[in-house]
């Protein structure tokens, strides 16, 4: 079946205590990206790829790191999370030819930092 | 810059009426691509539609409908004969080509609520 894939789905964490989330696709899209979603903001870039070794800052990257090691694998790191990275997390993928294609999300990672 | 606008922010309707969620957004590349997505209540996000900037034409799929207009930068999405099935957080968003690959602004989201 064709899917994005996330872990952890549901994280509870301390301020500063570094994590990763795992983001897997296995439809050899070449793109990949990360979203927050909090209430009233709707989805925020945080970080996309176009390919392996490149990636590009979204909208608000501060806080976070990734890397694009393999095609498939897009990883989120929170070096020092903190409380204001509380969010709703969604890793997607897409084709990324020129037609553009819809991207394809994870099922949402739901992290907490206390 | 890009951004991206949906100033409804919770629209509640009665079974069979029909709705219009409003998206105006501002960009000053003349390639982008404009983009649906549905969120409902299990929260994971569905695409619905997309369109290039070339392509004004409108288009309808079943009960759904999208009205695109470059002159006003819009991109309106209609549901004829609402459904309690349809309730969710729809989402309209920009993509347009960067240096790193597609950058993609999401709207605010417009929460629909479908009465029986």
């Known amino acids: 079946e064709a899917q994005v894939t996330q872990n952890p789905r549901y994280l509870i964490t301390v301020t500063g205590k570094k994590l990763t989330v795992t983001c897997s696709q296995n439809?050899?899209?070449?793109?990949m990206s990360w979203y927050r979603q909090d209430p009233g903001l709707g989805l925020r870039q945080i970080y996309y790829?176009?390919?392996?070794?490149?990636?590009d800052k979204g909208d608000v990257p501060e806080g976070y790191k990734v890397s694009r090691k393999e095609k498939r694998n897009f990883p989120l790191i929170l070096e020092s999370p903190s409380p204001n990275q509380t969010s709703l997390y969604f890793c997607?993928?897409?084709?990324?030819?020129?037609?553009?294609?819809?991207?394809?999300f994870g099922p949402g990672t739901r992290l907490t930092v206390l | 810059a890009q951004k991206v606008t949906q100033a409804q922010t919770e629209i509640s309707v009665v079974e069979k009426e029909d709705v219009t969620l409003d998206c105006v957004y501002e960009?000053?590349?003349?390639?982008?691509?404009l983009f649906w997505y549905k969120q409902p209540p299990s929260g994971e996000l569905v695409f619905l539609i997309r369109r290039n900037s070339f392509d004004e034409q409108n288009e309808i799929s079943g009960r759904y409908s999208w009205n695109f207009q470059k002159s006003t930068s819009s991109f309106n999405f209609t549901i004829t004969a609402s459904q309690v099935v349809d309730s969710a957080v729809y989402f309209c968003a920009l993509s347009e080509y960067s240096t790193g690959g597609f950058k993609t602004i999401f709207g605010a989201g417009t929460r629909l609520f479908v009465k029986a």
């Open positions: 790829s176009m390919n392996v070794e490149v990636t």
């Open positions: 439809m050899n899209h070449e793109y």
């Open positions: 960009t000053r590349d003349t390639t982008y691509y």
């Open positions: 997607a993928s897409s084709p990324g030819d020129v037609s553009y294609n819809e991207q394809f």
